[in-house]
């Protein structure tokens, strides 16, 4: 008999790509989620998999074999409850995933704070493009896949390993459980406030993880990042490449294929580092060379920008080093690379005006964001629209930072509902007359349609779904005069 897992929490991007994987190694899938909409409710649809909207305990009269519980549910939950009190099977996503799919592959994990999705995204496609069929599960929407989930053909699988908790009855890291022998280690800041008292508490989790990477295996680290050397530090038993982005002196005899980045002129930390890029001048990153032991040994032009993708590209291309893919070839994927949705995503353009979509929410992703949108638009006016969605944001963690994230901006229209529980427009204040607060979806909306004009570009960026804020943005410059 085919086993039934059920799982809960099954419209979030992790949980929604377990179920995609259990689906597809032959189990009976179900699941509930108290909002499932696009695109995973598209993605589980597709696949046939039956899901509840809410968690009442009647669900689990469909009586499955074991239950996945995602880390949004907690105590007191209706389903919950139900589980515990009938004595059913149940386990987290992270154990399920570890123990039904990763136990026989070669795990290749992306860490960090930031720029995890899209790290994933490309070392997934390299190795995919490379001919090996690799499983995955990424926690955005890849756009050289038509999912976020696949289980695979190949011995390899590549996830996003994310240190946000497990579940409620396991408060660990999810990423402990992935047992990975490549592992990517972006970079390290202070996040999740929520379950996170301080910096110190994520470093000691991301040890966790050092931990479980075998000496044959290899991590792949962030040579500009003092918190990662500091949690190396705390224990390494596994050999380490580092990866840094190199700051050309100009005297570079260039790479030879036109992108006019020099060889070999890096200093500090690139100087360094295993692997580093040179970026051409004037191409804000969208072309660069890439340096092994000083050499160079491939270059990458494509269409996304920013130096945070560069470092992103140097992960990716070293992490597939170690699974045997040469960095010309793993260069050359990147080159057809599309990209994540959400991520310095083009949600339309109306009347010379472009209107983008980006998932950052932590200030220095939002400062890195905007960087590389200005080397895109050079004195393009940007305007910046932001919702302090995420758990470290309402708790207000980061609102000294804010003003200096917005720095590049143009100027910044800030949501600012009356239950934000703390005061954005004091800590927005240095920007002075740069920022502009709504207390609604709609007042943001009219007020970004009267400010923006030809040639604008606008950047709006949550980790959420900022209340259909794009298409309604773009529908009111439709409807302009």
């Not at 598209?42 to 239950?67: H, K, M, N, S």
């Not at 190795?127 to 599960?137: M, R, T």
């Not at 259909?468 to 005069?481: E, I, M, P, S």
Request: hydrophobic share 45%; aromatic share 8%.
């Amino acid at each position: 008999m085919t086993m039934h897992v059920h799982i809960l929490g099954i419209g979030g991007t992790f949980m929604g790509g377990v179920a995609a994987i259990a689906k597809a190694a032959g189990f009976r899938v179900s699941g509930s989620d108290l909002n499932v909409y696009p695109p995973m409710s598209t993605q589980l649809q597709e696949l046939g998999i039956e899901f509840f909207q809410g968690y009442g305990a009647e669900q689990l009269d469909l009586r499955p074999d074991i239950v996945v519980v995602g880390n949004a549910l907690s105590r007191g939950s209706p389903v919950v409850e139900a589980m515990l009190d009938r004595g059913i099977a149940y386990t987290s996503g992270p154990q399920w995933l570890a123990e039904q799919v990763l136990r026989d592959k070669h795990v290749i994990a992306v860490a960090g704070t930031h720029g995890k999705t899209t790290t994933t995204a490309m070392l997934t496609w390299i190795l995919e493009d490379s001919g090996l069929a690799p499983g995955f599960l990424i926690g955005g929407v890849p756009s050289n896949f038509d999912s976020t989930a696949r289980l695979g053909k190949g011995r390899f699988f590549v996830i996003e390993a994310d240190e946000y908790d497990t579940a409620f009855f396991d408060k660990r890291a999810k990423f402990v459980h992935y047992r990975p022998r490549t592992a990517i280690l972006n970079n390290l800041e202070f996040d999740h406030a929520d379950i996170y008292p301080d910096v110190a508490a994520i470093r000691r989790q991301f040890n966790q993880l050092l931990r479980t990477v075998p000496a044959a295996g290899r991590l792949i680290v962030n040579g500009e990042d003092p918190e990662l050397a500091a949690t190396l530090s705390l224990g390494c038993w596994t050999p380490r490449e580092t990866f840094a982005v190199a700051k050309s002196t100009g005297t570079g005899t260039g790479t030879g294929t036109g992108t006019g980045a020099g060889a070999g002129v890096g200093t500090g930390a690139a100087a360094a580092a295993d692997w580093s890029a040179l970026i051409a001048p004037g191409s804000a990153a969208g072309r660069f060379a890439v340096l092994h032991q000083g050499k160079t040994v491939a270059e990458v032009s494509w269409p996304l920008m920013g130096e945070h993708n560069v470092m992103n590209a140097l992960a990716a291309i070293a992490a597939a080093g170690h699974v045997g893919v040469q960095p010309a070839r793993a260069a050359q994927s990147l080159s057809a690379f599309r990209g994540v949705k959400r991520r310095m995503e083009i949600r339309g353009v109306v009347g010379g005006i472009t209107v983008y979509d980006d998932f950052a929410h932590h200030p220095t992703a939002i400062a890195t964001t905007l960087v590389g949108l200005r080397e895109r638009v050079a004195g393009a006016r940007i305007i910046a629209v932001f919702e302090a969605r995420s758990n470290t944001m309402k708790l207000g963690v980061h609102s000294a930072q804010i003003a200096p994230a917005f720095g590049l901006a143009d100027h910044t229209w800030f949501l600012n509902p009356p239950d934000l529980g703390w005061d954005l427009p004091s800590a927005a204040a240095p920007l002075g007359a740069r920022a502009s607060f709504a207390t609604s979806v709609e007042a943001l909306v009219k007020g970004l349609a009267d400010d923006s004009r030809r040639g604008d570009h606008i950047l709006v960026m949550s980790n959420g779904g900022f209340g259909g804020l794009h298409d309604k943005l773009l529908t009111a410059l439709r409807a302009r005069k």
